[in-house]
């Protein structure tokens, strides 16, 4: 598992891999949880901690919404659909990230003799 | 359901119990214990299924639990609201018994002296003017129990109740005034005509406050 920055770097584009996750189908928290380990080759673990935390908000402006399932064999999953509104978020967001990944390899890795006159 | 299997839930169920333990009670919390316990209680089999006994399977699963303590206080405020709601609606639901109390008191003060007068011999008018307590008593009956919280429908609001008393209000009082009418001209049309003005207005006021009101049905 990478390092501490490399996880907060992950980590503050949690609310993007969710909405990634859910614009494939919807999930519920555990299922959610394996599929980010399964898409990061598991090299990414994403604590619950974090997970349920990015539900309550996504939630609250409405970017997903919750449903529980019917399994009768102890308890039920709570599943989350993404909404319109949190569909647009996405796209949005993958637009922000390519262009945010193109800066910041200029920035960290370009010199001033990389730079066209 | 294996015993092992109810061995995993029960710890599960403890670990989570603990977690939030002294946190308020509110349906988010609930719901989200529930969540948690199902989740963790996947992830613990998943261990199992490699090949760890109960006990690692648990811890494991416990541990890549991370910090929940954001999560807890998030649920400890909505719990503290959860109690101040509570006693909101039980301040509600004593002026709405109250209420309830006197207006079917009212009703039968005016229901009484009706029949006491009209046995006394007095005049019909004055017999039918005692019956503007049963209109008084009719509008807080009204008022009362829409405010009421049942166990299927929550509550009105209360400016809302307050036009449906004023509506009950107005249909009795044209009634009230029809009759009253009717006994000191002694002509049906006049009686007719004054129970015309108000009963349109009761009516009007009622099917708009009919036509607009907000589902109260409680889900689930």
């Not at chain 2, 503290?80 to 709601?85: G, I, V």
């Amino acid at each position: 598992m990478g390092t501490t920055i490399s996880n907060d770097l992950i980590r503050g584009h949690t609310d993007t891999v969710i909405l990634n996750i859910l614009s494939q189908g919807d999930n519920y928290g555990y299922g959610i949880y394996k599929r980010i380990i399964e898409l990061s080759d598991g090299q990414y673990e994403l604590k619950e901690a974090t997970l349920y935390t990015a539900f309550r908000r996504l939630e609250k402006e409405g970017s997903i919404v919750s449903y529980w399932g019917d399994e009768s064999q102890g308890g039920r999953r709570k599943y989350y659909r993404i909404t319109d509104s949190g569909s647009k978020i996405y796209v949005q967001n993958k637009k922000d990230w390519d262009f945010a990944k193109g800066i910041l390899d200029k920035l960290i890795k370009g010199g001033l003799e990389d730079v066209k006159e | 359901m294996s015993k092992n299997e109810s061995l995993i839930e029960k710890k599960v169920k403890a670990y989570i119990d603990n977690l939030f333990s002294g946190v308020g009670e509110s349906q988010q919390l609930f719901d989200l214990k529930e969540e948690l316990a199902i989740n963790m209680k996947e992830k613990a089999q998943d261990y199992k299924a490699r090949g760890m006994n109960d006990e690692q399977a648990f811890k494991e699963a416990a541990i890549s639990m991370g910090d929940l303590s954001g999560l807890v206080d998030d649920m400890r405020r909505l719990g503290q609201d959860t109690a101040r709601l509570a006693i909101n609606t039980t301040m509600t639901a004593r002026i709405s018994t109250a209420g309830i109390i006197a207006g079917v008191l009212l009703v039968l003060f005016g229901v009484f002296t009706v029949a006491m007068l009209y046995y006394m011999g007095v005049d019909a008018v004055g017999t039918t003017g005692t019956g503007i307590f049963i209109v008084a008593g009719g509008a807080i009956i009204t008022y009362s129990v829409l405010t009421r919280e049942t166990r299927r429908k929550y509550a009105m609001n209360r400016i809302r109740a307050a036009f449906y008393g004023l509506a009950a209000g107005i249909l009795l009082f044209s009634i009230f005034t029809a009759v009253i009418t009717r006994f000191a001209t002694g002509e049906m049309f006049i009686a007719i005509g004054s129970l015309m003005v108000f009963f349109l207005v009761g009516i009007g006021l009622l099917l708009f406050l009919l036509l607009t009101g907000t589902d109260r049905r409680k889900k689930g």
